[in-house]
């Protein structure tokens, strides 16, 4: 009997792959080490300027809102580079979105984007990072000197001089203090690679306790979402029955009751009550037809997003500009949020804001979002009511675990940008 031999590809790959990250992780250190000392000085004076000079002419304010820029770009660098060596899996560091339009929302968006955790998670591990860059580039000085040590017999006499210790020794010396300072400082440098992978970890990486709380608040959030979107369109279509098909409805049967009693003695005008309930009746139709559309679009599940989105642009009353650019589909519930912020914003477009033009632009995100943005010339002013349609949209979105933004100042242009997960 022959027995085949064990694979030794994935035996020889794992001590590689760990020598491989081990050497991208001192790299990194190093670049840190002088790309981090550049930006806690840029944070140092930005801080020192904008609390000296903040009740000069508010200038300091300036400077202290570009203080917190800084620190989000340095915080995402780290994240960036972390998940990138590591592949923890981190979700990129975005910046907070504005709560409410205006100038007291960006206010508040600025104070949250302060005092946001992962931010100064990021913010502490490029600290140690550049910490530990610095012992890096140190220790890596360190090698470099002893391994001339090692060739000191090949180009000095019978002394030579540590570079260290700044002390003349014999060649033999030397050479035995080049061998234990290579073995030093590598035993050293690969120390401090593992040590950046377990204090990046430790920062960066949430606990199972605390994913599982913020995935559980998530869930609620989600959940109040969808109940008060529910209740919203719960709402919409109670208002758009008895305000427009039922009336219609009672219209018609009036109607018919008036030519019921006037067919024997006047066909003439009976015949013409018919005609007018006929009309009326049709018109019942395409109101519940547009009703019915509002509450599910079948062209989205047969055709897709783009072809939906070209049929109700055709539908609009303002003119609309598509710019769809999407790969294949997304998940169901994706589409179906995208495509109802999209109709309902251009309902509003035509109902409120006087438009004359829209634009609604579509993108497949490389982070594996839904992306869309409509905008419009009109007045401007909107704001999120209760049982409003806006109300309507942000629950939707929420509830398909998505983001909103709206810009709407008064005079105009609005423009509202939402972003789905595509896939569930």
Same mark, same amino acid.
């Given at each position: 009997m022959?027995?085949?031999p ?5 035996a020889? *790959?794992?001590?590689r792959?760990?020598a ?6 001192l ?9 981090? !000392?550049?930006?806690f000085?840029?944070l ?8 000296? @000079?903040l009740?000069v002419?508010?200038?300091g ?8 820029y800084?620190?989000y ?12 060596l ?6 990129s ?6 709560p409410?339009?205006g ?13 946001d955790g992962?931010m100064?998670?990021?913010v502490?591990s ?11 580039l ?5 090698l ?7 060739f000191?017999?090949l180009?000095?006499g ?12 014999? *060649?033999?010396?030397?050479v035995v ?20 992978g377990v ?16 995935r559980?608040r ?16 719960? *709402?919409?279509?109670?208002r758009d029955?008895?305000?427009?098909v039922?009336?219609? @409805?009672?219209?018609?049967?009036m109607t ?22 006929? *009309?009326s ?8 037809r547009?009703?019915a559309?509002?509450i ?8 897709g997003?783009?072809a939906?989105l070209?049929?109700?642009a ?16 997304c ?10 912020a999209?109709?309902?914003?251009? !309902?509003n477009a ?5 438009a004359?033009?829209?634009r609604?632009t ?6 594996? !979002?839904?992306?869309a ?14 049982g409003?349609?806006?109300d309507g949209?942000?629950?939707r ?5 998505g ?5 709407s100042?008064v ?14």
């Amino acid at each position: 009997m022959t027995t085949s031999p064990a694979p030794a590809v994935p035996a020889a *790959t794992a001590p590689r792959n760990k020598a491989l990250r081990v050497l991208g992780a001192l790299a990194q250190l190093a670049a840190m080490a002088v790309a981090g !000392t550049v930006l806690f000085s840029i944070l140092a004076v930005l801080l020192s300027l904008g609390l000296s @000079l903040l009740l000069v002419l508010g200038i300091g304010a300036l400077f202290l809102i570009a203080f917190i820029y800084v620190l989000y770009f340095t915080g995402w660098l780290e994240y960036g580079r972390a998940d990138g060596l590591y592949d923890y899996g981190l979700p990129s560091l975005r910046t907070r979105r504005m709560p409410s339009p205006g100038f007291g929302g960006w206010l508040r968006m600025l104070w949250q984007q302060f005092i946001d955790g992962p931010m100064w998670r990021g913010v502490a591990s490029a600290a140690i990072a550049t910490v530990l860059g610095s012992v890096v580039l140190w220790l890596v000085g360190t090698l470099a000197a002893g391994i001339a040590l090692l060739f000191s017999p090949l180009y000095s006499g019978e002394s030579v001089r540590l570079p260290w210790l700044s002390v003349t020794t014999a *060649t033999g010396w030397a050479v035995v203090a080049g061998v234990v300072a290579i073995i030093v400082s590598a035993a050293l440098l690969v120390g401090i690679a593992v040590l950046d992978g377990v204090l990046t970890r430790a920062i960066l990486v949430p606990s199972e306790e605390a994913m599982l709380a913020e995935r559980a608040r998530t869930s609620d959030v989600q959940r109040a979402g969808a109940v008060r979107a529910s209740e919203v369109e719960r *709402t919409r279509i109670e208002r758009d029955l008895h305000d427009g098909v039922q009336p219609r @409805l009672v219209s018609v049967g009036m109607t018919l009751g008036l030519a019921q009693q006037k067919i024997d003695s006047d066909p003439d005008a009976a015949r013409e009550l018919i005609a007018e309930a006929h *009309t009326s009746t049709k018109a019942a139709i395409t109101e519940l037809r547009q009703l019915a559309r509002g509450i599910h679009a079948s062209v989205l599940d047969d055709r897709g997003l783009d072809a939906a989105l070209s049929a109700l642009a055709a539908r609009s009353h303002v003119p609309v500009h598509l710019d769809i650019r999407v790969d294949g589909r997304c998940t169901r519930e994706a589409e179906a949020a995208v495509y109802f912020a999209i109709a309902e914003s251009l !309902t509003n477009a035509a109902k409120h804001s006087r438009a004359s033009d829209c634009r609604v632009t579509v993108r497949n995100r490389e982070d594996g !979002t839904l992306w869309a943005r409509v905008e419009d010339n009109g007045t401007g002013g909107a704001r999120v009511l209760p049982g409003g349609g806006l109300d309507g949209i942000f629950n939707r979105i929420v509830a398909a675990r998505g983001t909103v933004r709206l810009d709407s100042p008064v005079g105009g242009p609005t423009s509202l940008e939402v972003s789905v997960p595509c896939a569930s």
